[in-house]
């Protein structure tokens, strides 16, 4: 089965750095996506970690601790276009990403 | 290929009615899948395709929800007699899974209202 927690909602100040946590527990973990969904529009992928440890691209970076059923994702420099949904998505044993509910960002000036 | 595509963008339905949705994945993906949003909630599972075969239907949400992918291109999620509480986002994405990596690329979905 799956269970999948984030925070609902979370605010931050343009150009600081935000970091969203996700806990999990998923059968057969293969390893774990997030994506970023802006309102009205269709999820975007952001990063996949398979291995523990942390994977960089740019100002997003997404960390994975397989033992601890945990990930985050950190934004830095953050912009106003970041405010958006940020999905936590584990794949368990048929690797199909299965989503938590998402955190909310809100970025202010 | 421009993308996952979906057709219709927007469906408004009797309740009673039934409907069907269309999702192209992009071309050379192997795995299709259909999940459900509501609002505040995060893409709900429903069905996954490999190839043209359906390996994972126990999560739709019920007999009244068919997903088929002939040939393995495109594939259609219908839903039969509809009822307010099917109202929500339809997303198909598509992937191309080569050993345990491949993301899945959303289309824009399909927003249907049951009234």
């Known amino acids: 089965g799956q269970n999948i927690d984030q925070p609902t909602e979370m605010t931050a100040t343009e150009g600081a750095i935000v970091q969203i946590n996700c806990t999990y527990q998923?059968?057969?973990?293969?390893?774990l996506f997030w994506y970023q969904q802006h309102a009205g529009e269709a999820p975007t992928f952001l990063s996949y970690n398979v291995l523990d440890g942390l994977e960089e691209k740019g100002r997003f970076s997404s960390f994975l601790s397989r033992s601890k059923g945990y990930s985050y994702l950190l934004l830095k420099e953050l912009q106003m276009k970041d405010s958006a949904s940020y999905l936590c998505a584990p794949s368990g044993g048929s690797y199909i990403p299965t989503f938590g509910r998402g955190t909310s960002l809100i970025v202010h000036p | 290929d421009t993308g996952v595509s979906q057709d219709p963008r927007h469906k408004i339905t009797k309740r009673g009615q039934n409907v069907t949705f269309r999702c192209d994945p992009i071309?050379?993906?192997?795995?299709l899948y259909w999940y459900r949003q509501t609002l505040g909630q995060g893409p709900e599972f429903l069905t996954y395709f490999q190839n043209e075969a359906q390996l994972e239907k126990s999560r739709l949400l019920s007999d009244r929800f068919s997903a088929e992918r002939p040939k393995g291109s495109f594939s259609t999620l219908e839903i039969q007699r509809t009822e307010q509480g099917d109202s929500a986002m339809y997303l198909c994405?598509?992937?191309?899974?080569?050993?345990?990596?491949?993301?899945?690329?959303f289309g824009q979905g399909t927003r249907l209202t049951v009234v």
């Open positions: 998923t059968s057969g973990f293969n390893g």
């Open positions: 994405a598509s992937s191309h899974l080569v050993g345990a990596v491949g993301e899945a690329f």
């Open positions: 071309s050379e993906h192997n795995r």
